[in-house]
T-cell receptor
Framework: GENVEQHPSTLSVQEGDSAVIKCTYS??????FPWYKQELGKGPQLIID?????GEKKDQRIAVTLNKTAKHFSLHITETQPEDSAVYFC??????????????FGKGTHLIIQP | DSGVTQTPKHLITATGQRVTLRCSPR?????VYWYQQSLDQGLQFLIQ???????AKGNILERFSAQQFPDLHSELNLSSLELGDSALYFC????????????FGEGSWLTVV
């Protein structure tokens, strides 16, 4: 089955700097890659997603890039703010004609924004 | 607020017992998913239902079962509970089967003592 590796497990950056979280996946047929943010005591919240027919997607300070050849995708957060502190999860999913199985998640990255 | 509602938020029960977790999907969503989150296993997919029918199974134990009712709400039944079943259980929903964003609820925190 699909395996998703996520790095780093912890990332500490100064407020205002950029943060980058990287993930690799194993199943070349996977075609949907969401990123979730989870704050303490809450459920995962979708922040951005990308499909395999797109190489890059941006939403304000957040961007995701996808390299299908390398089976690698990354989350970029610019101008980080204290409220960006949370655990971030990458995930992959294979959508096919019959539907899809569940998301396969990475282990998560604890992002700490230092004031 | 994602629009996915889960009850109860917290539950403490003894080993060997059975519990039922309930989920109401977002309005209009036909797919419901259940996930388990634990420190050692991370976020793991358990099972998916679409419009009342089971569509996909993940790492769900035989002691666990789920169903989706005609009003589209879903229940996850956990029986013969063990200490290792202590975890956060999330319900998620999406409109359909393909190409749709999956939204998560706030979770049900289960503690088995």
């Amino acid at each position: 089955g699909e395996n998703v590796e996520q790095h780093p497990s912890t990332l500490s950056v100064q407020e205002g700097d950029s943060a980058v979280i990287k993930c690799t996946y194993s199943d070349s047929a996977s075609n949907y890659f969401p990123w979730y943010k989870q704050e303490l005591g809450k459920g995962p919240q979708l922040i951005i997603d990308i499909r395999s027919n797109v190489g890059e997607k941006k939403d304000q300070r957040i961007a995701v890039t996808l390299n299908k050849t390398a089976k690698h995708f990354s989350l970029h957060i610019t101008e980080t703010q204290p409220e960006d502190s949370a655990v971030y999860f990458c995930a992959s999913l294979l959508y096919s004609g019959g539907g899809a199985d569940g998301l396969t998640f990475g282990k998560g990255t604890h992002l700490i924004i230092q004031p | 607020d994602s629009g996915v509602t889960q009850t109860p938020k917290h539950l403490i029960t003894a080993t060997g017992q059975r519990v039922t977790l309930r989920c109401s999907p977002r309005s209009g969503d036909l797919s419901v998913y259940w996930y388990q989150q634990s420190l050692d296993q991370g976020l793991q997919f358990l099972i998916q239902y679409y419009n009342g029918e089971e569509r996909a199974k993940g790492n769900i134990l035989e002691r666990f079962s789920a169903q989706q009712f005609p009003d589209l709400h879903s229940e996850l039944n956990l029986s013969s509970l063990e200490l290792g079943d202590s975890a956060l259980y999330f319900c998620a929903s999406s409109v359909g089967l393909q190409g749709n964003t999956i939204y998560f609820g706030e979770g049900s925190w289960l503690t088995v003592v």
